[in-house]
């Protein structure tokens, strides 16, 4: 799985927790062991209860960005979560309190929401429609439409190939 330090990582990580493998649906948090101990090492607890958080954000955050549902279904999520502010060296800063076990599911969704607001349309499902995977496009051109050029790009292009010789034959 990818690097789950950053907060971006980590959103991204938990959205391509569900990937197609040779055409078969799969997911890498369906073994809890393994699951739970991703998750300590993305900073969480590692336990079932917040395993469940995860996946339930991650199910929403999924249909969220490929426009399937709308962000109202992120809002349990939220639920109980307060920001405090403090005065620290004569600059406010904020404090995130949220419940222990949805720590995680919460930060996967604030990250959403920074990506959303200041980055609007650059978390996009991978435009090979057989891809379940999604990417963040932080380039200038803003115009990258793979999860990976090395897997879907190259794909996609050998795809289009065998179909414009396919479509030569049948002229
Ligand atoms: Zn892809």
């Given at each position: ?5 950053s907060d971006e990582g980590f959103l991204l990580a938990v959205l391509n927790s ?16 393994r699951a739970r101990a991703w998750l300590a090492s993305a900073g969480g607890l ?69 990506l959303a607001r200041h980055s609007p349309g650059r978390l996009r499902p991978c ?45």
């Amino acid at each position: 799985m990818t690097d789950a330090a950053s907060d971006e990582g980590f959103l991204l990580a938990v959205l391509n927790s569900t990937p197609v493998v040779d055409g078969v649906p799969t997911d890498e948090f369906a073994d809890s062991d393994r699951a739970r101990a991703w998750l300590a090492s993305a900073g969480g607890l590692g336990t079932e209860a917040e395993l469940q958080q995860v996946l339930e954000v991650r199910q929403a955050l999924q249909a969220v960005v490929r426009g399937e549902q709308s962000p109202d279904v992120l809002a349990p999520a939220l639920r109980g979560v307060t920001s405090l502010p403090a005065m620290m060296d004569g600059q406010i800063t904020w404090t995130l309190s949220a419940p222990p076990e949805r720590q995680l599911a919460v930060r996967a969704v604030l990250t959403w929401d920074t990506l959303a607001r200041h980055s609007p349309g650059r978390l996009r499902p991978c435009a090979n429609d057989e891809c379940r995977l999604f990417l963040i496009d932080h380039s200038k051109a803003n115009a990258a439409r793979w999860c990976s050029m090395a897997v879907c790009g190259n794909r996609m292009k050998a795809r289009r190939h065998y179909q414009r010789i396919r479509n030569m034959r049948a002229e």
